[in-house]
């Protein structure tokens, strides 16, 4: 198979992590026979320093021609003073508003071999497996009006939540589609108690969940599963909630997975001419300027990211798992950066990417 795919390393340790990212894809592709065409582009902060902008309009051909786009991470902190087009950040709402990416996927697993990872109790975490469908194109993160203004001396600031029948089905869709899969079981998050954007959510979650009569569906207020994924993560299979919540309650699952490092994301829109998905695939964790350059950084959830690749937008199921049951293997080997060791020798960004390369075969 034809594997066309835009690498945007990005900022801090963003080109660490995709460095071994690209190294496990190029070993799959070898390993299966097929062709893989890398690209490499800029976004973020790297894009600012060379072009000006967070997000080159070159960037913009790159993505829209690629199959799937993976991405290390944005964000320097000498930007966290310039105005909002100008900050690294701005070029990722922006690529995933231009690809049309609208169900960002964020599975959560606790694996046995790192449950004492989590600062949580052992029987806690023990046994969690979820996936986090978050809203991406959507919500307060892209709504209008927004900006600070001056009026007579009083400085007031806006953010719009706002969302669409349209985007909400959508969305919806994809989690009871992910739940017919896996346990049948979603979640839909909210906050329809105060939120008239919430209220709207809640009641077409509950209409689309009628075209899914295997699927079971309850509902949380977002307040109350920001507490229960951390009592009861076990019970958990799909969550589904808006953009902002989506984007709090997915970085707790650092907390059950061990580090924000493990956490891989998808982020999938509709279908190209050639039938793949849309994807911009991605770790969760940030740029960590503090340790970028230094070889300790955790790519095992880019790695992840480029499993989630091989799954969505190529329907390489096999090689997927191959890429999950390398990680497995690899954590259970204790070959792990310093964020799962906190005693004894830490394993390198460059030899955990070799050693899943290794147990890939």
Not at 329 to 357: F, N
């Amino acid at each position: 198979m034809d594997l066309n795919v835009l690498v945007l390393p990005g900022d801090g340790i963003g080109a660490e992590v995709t460095r071994e990212a690209v190294r496990v894809l190029g070993r799959v592709a070898e390993k299966w026979h097929h062709n893989l065409k890398l690209t490499e582009g800029l976004l973020g902060g790297v894009a600012i320093h060379r072009t000006g902008t967070p997000f080159p309009e070159e960037t913009a051909r790159l993505a829209a021609e690629a199959d799937a786009t993976l991405m290390g991470a944005v964000g320097l902190p000498e930007f966290d003073n310039a105005p909002p087009e100008k900050r690294p950040e701005k070029g990722l709402l922006a690529i995933r508003q231009a690809l049309g990416v609208y169900a960002n996927l964020r599975p959560v697993r606790a694996y046995a071999s790192q449950l004492d990872s989590s600062p949580l109790k052992n029987h806690l975490v023990e046994g969690t497996d979820m996936i986090i469908v978050r809203e991406l194109t959507g919500g307060i993160y892209y709504g209008t009006p927004r900006g600070i203004t001056e009026n007579g001396g009083e400085t007031r600031a806006v953010n719009t939540m706002t969302y669409t029948r349209t985007e909400i089905e959508r969305v919806s869709r994809m989690a009871f589609h992910l739940a017919q899969g896996r346990r049948k079981k979603v979640t839909s998050v909210d906050k329809s108690n105060v939120l008239e954007n919430s209220q709207l959510w809640r009641r077409v979650v509950v209409e689309v969940a009628k075209e899914y009569p295997d699927v079971a569906l309850d509902h949380l207020l977002v307040d109350n599963c920001a507490m229960q994924l951390i009592l009861n993560p076990r019970r958990f299979d799909i969550v589904l909630t808006e953009n902002m919540f989506g984007d709090i309650l997915s970085d707790e699952g650092a907390v059950l997975a061990g580090s924000i490092g493990m956490l891989p994301s998808a982020s999938i829109g509709g279908r190209k001419p050639s039938g793949v998905w849309v994807g911009l695939y991605e770790p969760v964790h940030g740029s960590a300027p503090d340790i970028a350059r230094q070889n300790k950084a955790n790519p095992l959830g880019a790695i992840g990211s480029v499993g989630a690749m091989l799954q969505y937008s190529f329907g390489l199921k096999e090689e997927a798992g191959a890429v999950d049951r390398a990680i497995e293997a690899v954590l259970a080997s204790g070959k792990v950066t310093a964020d799962l060791r906190p005693s004894g020798a830490p394993a390198t960004t460059e030899q955990v990417g070799q050693a899943v390369c290794a147990a890939i075969g």
